[in-house]
């Protein structure tokens, strides 16, 4: 037989664990990256700020006034957490090749957060081989690639701008490239493609962020939740000889009851419009609960012969989530 919710319990996130701007740890496919919280709050002013490292403005390398060197206009990036100016450099130096006849250099905001040359090893023509002979070098950990000058020839010269490549994803690394988004159920990052492996010892590039986790508190005197979840239609169109059917879904809100003691200074009532995480146990002795985030909205009502109640909705843009011990 099935069981009622009589012992059902609901709670929902009542404070936050702020954790300070810090790296986050690759799971090994270069393309998620973990925190130490289980959840992410997205609470007005606790939502999760993620910088990986990169260039956000500026940055342009273009030919230097003398022979073999290149200007980099001034930069803002993102470093190690922080976000970072990098003053504008007149005459970076760029060898030409000695022993064979193509070189490649990248240039790198440092670990002082200024512009400098890494050079890649010489060769015989160009490769695309990151610590190849002729490729570019591999950048070392915690600096920022802005782009590549390429030299083909041992004779001192000016750089010309062809031989200046800032391609993103390529010879530039931009803070917004990839693209990612945040997993706030995981307590995690996911970018849309593995970051490049172009840092020392084939290792990409820092990502961090600052983020809060939940603190789950019960809400007492509630009733009838219902999570947020998908719902499916048919949908058909005659044609001659048959019918032509599609399929849609839909994700419907969740809601719940909450019966108030002011109807005013109440817990849920003071929470409205926020975007919070709530848990519910159909058994408050079991482990296996229900999780989902989304905007609490309230409709509040004061029956003169009647218990005052806010008819709660949960507005949320994924599905409840199940969680079994």
Not at 14 to 30: E, F
Not at 202 to 220: H, N, Q, R
């Amino acid at each position: 037989m099935g069981k009622t919710a009589e012992n059902a319990l609901l709670q929902y996130e009542a404070g936050q664990n702020v954790t300070d701007m810090s790296a986050l740890t690759d799971s090994g496919d270069h393309q998620k990256y973990t925190s130490d919280a289980e959840l992410w709050s997205a609470k007005s002013g606790f939502a999760p700020a993620v910088r990986p490292d990169g260039v956000k403005t500026g940055g342009k390398v273009v030919p230097g006034a003398s022979n073999d060197t290149v200007g980099v206009a001034a930069a803002t990036v993102n470093q190690g957490g922080t976000e970072k100016s990098v003053a504008a450099a007149t005459s970076i130096a760029v060898a030409r090749p000695t022993t064979g006849t193509h070189i490649i250099y990248s240039i790198v905001v440092n670990g002082s957060g200024a512009f400098a040359a890494v050079a890649g090893d010489e060769g015989s023509s160009f490769s695309e081989t990151r610590g190849g002979a002729g490729g570019p070098p591999y950048i070392p950990a915690g600096q920022i690639e802005v782009g590549q000058v390429r030299l083909s020839s041992q004779t001192a010269a000016p750089v010309k701008s062809t031989e200046i490549y800032q391609v993103v994803g390529k010879h530039l690394e931009r803070y917004s490239y990839p693209l990612w988004k945040e997993l706030n159920n995981e307590g995690a990052v996911e970018f849309v493609a593995a970051l490049p492996l172009i840092h020392t010892g084939d290792t990409p590039k820092g990502v961090y962020a600052s983020y809060a986790e939940p603190i789950f508190a019960d809400l007492d005197e509630t009733a009838g939740f219902v999570p947020p979840e998908k719902s499916y239609s048919v949908s058909s169109q005659p044609i001659y000889g048959g019918v032509l059917g599609s399929r849609s879904s839909s994700l419907g809100q969740g809601s719940f009851t909450a019966y108030l003691s002011s109807g005013v200074a109440d817990a849920v009532v003071a929470e409205k419009g926020q975007n919070l995480w709530f848990k519910f146990f159909p058994d408050r002795y079991a482990l296996d609960h229900l999780l989902c985030q989304g905007v609490l909205g309230i409709s509040r009502q004061y029956p003169a012969d009647g218990n005052m109640v806010a008819n709660c909705t949960i507005s949320a843009t994924e599905e409840g989530q199940e969680v079994t011990a």
